[in-house]
């Protein structure tokens, strides 16, 4: 059974809002998927149906190949989940917070699972220490090591990295790393593109669709576009020619322009007119690669 | 022209070191990232420079005012927004626009043009009456940035201004940023996101109440970080990490979407070595391996590490 997640025009409302408008997808075992898309775009309502919260709608939801709805008990011991607010007990030690985790999935055996969890997140030295008293990027390591004391074969991540500092972020990179490597599937909402640009595939969710669905590479070719990046100035008044000058996507870093284009020479020319005219000063050109917010943005305004 | 000057500022809380004999400057005008993991003193000192917190040693000049001596002149020539906007939820944009004009001593005609110039960044022209706690996340953002600077200050603070934003919003946050600055207010910036530290003009980085780097996003790429980064597209990618984990030429793996990322001292004998070991002696299809720039955030956490 290669799909772990099958998905088939899944609806759901809330009152009169169309929060998710029939999507339909397909996750592997072993991927690191990510839905990605702005506030409201229906990443947190999908994901609570497929761990059961909601039911949806209308449409089709399986998890290991069994339906969610006919199979809820056999489905919850095996999917973890972290949600945006995971709730640990502030008064409670790491060790009782994961004791705690374990009873609620009827485990008693935990010791030795929480000892490799803990060791896995490098928390070991403080599981004595009570969760009120841990650091941001800490209790956000214990929230993931509590959802994964049953040993899931699914693993859902609602926004796991808002409000996180770079250090910590990069520390859960890893242990996901760690967790592809021992076959479990992950799938993560996120509003951050550069943090999709780490998952095998993403789908761009947009108003309560799917707007495109792919590797990252591969959303990113379908455009058929590239980024002129021009290091010039008056930095400023080049972004602001070409943003007036018509329906070029452009973007200001610093002393730097990314302007989306078709790569063909007379495009770039055509820039460099602009430019020379204006008696812009160019130091330099190069071609770049999109990034996928560059190819989201560009999706989404057409 | 500098708009900052910082000279040799430290805090201690007791024996606790939080700021440790830092200077740098910020230039008139422009978009300065302030960056640092959490507890690397990047409060502190904000709240030095806003005058609300006086440094044991050391001095800094703020819209030309020391916050040594003139600490109420400093806090009247800046603004200050945090990551949980300062706004009242509880109050109806307009309240809360004409809470803080009321704050900053507005009045007459200056503050009916601040307050329409306000509901316009911010997009709420007509919706001056809804309440803010219903604002979407991104237009309670901008109307927190407008009422930071309602009173036209010379110089404001953005501390983690766009955590949990979406894409979109931050996006067009930035724009508002990029205007304030090019109208010549100086844009003081800290944030968690490195890949929005690109948009600034000029970049410190602080490590346990230590500066240690200073520069343009680009400067930060080349004199910083000396080791290579080598992006392999390859079969079993899992697999290939373990391999690779094992060699003691890789400084450090990790997965990039299909891809394996590797930290190497010297790439070009490392490409040679991934070939060989993974093509030759564990028959992985190497499709692709180049040495990529590194990101602000390789950049970072190299320096973090290494202090």
Redesign the interface.
Known sequence: MNNIIEILDLKKNYSSVEAVKGISLEIHKGE?FALV?????GKTTTIRMLTGLISPDSGKLSLLGKNIKENKNFIQNKIGYLSQKFSLYGDLTIDENIEFFAHIHNIFDYSERRNELLEFTRLTPFRDRLADNL???MKQKLALACSLIHRPEILFLD?PT?????????DF??IL?GL??DGITILMTT????EA????RVALMNDGKIIALD???EIKKSIGKSILEVVCSPS?KA?KIIKESGDLEV?????RLNIMIENRQENIDEIMNIFNQNEIKISGTRIITPTL?NV??HL?NN | MHSITVNNLTKKFGSFVSVDNISFNVKEGEIFGFLGANGAGKSTTIRMLCGILEPTSGDALVGGFSINSEPDKVKSSIGYMSQRFSLYNDLTVQENIDFFGGVYGLSGSNFRERKNWVLEIANLKGKENLLTGLLPGGIKQRLALGTAVIHNPKIVFLDEPTSGVDPISRRSFWDLINQLSEEGTTVFVTTHYLEEAEFCNNIILINAGKLVAEGTSEELKTNYINHKIIDIECDRTVEAMEILEKETFVLDTSIFGNNLHISVLDDVSAKKSVLALLEGKHSFRIRKIDTIVPTLEDVFIHLIEKG
């Open positions: 690191m898309g702005p506030d409201g775009a650091s941001g990027g926004e808002t409000g996180v500092d770079p250090v910590s972020r990069r990179w890893k790393s592809i490597k509003p951050y593109l550069d640009e780490r998952c095998t590797t990252p590479a400023r972004y973007q200001l870093f610093g002393d917010e989201f943005i989404i």
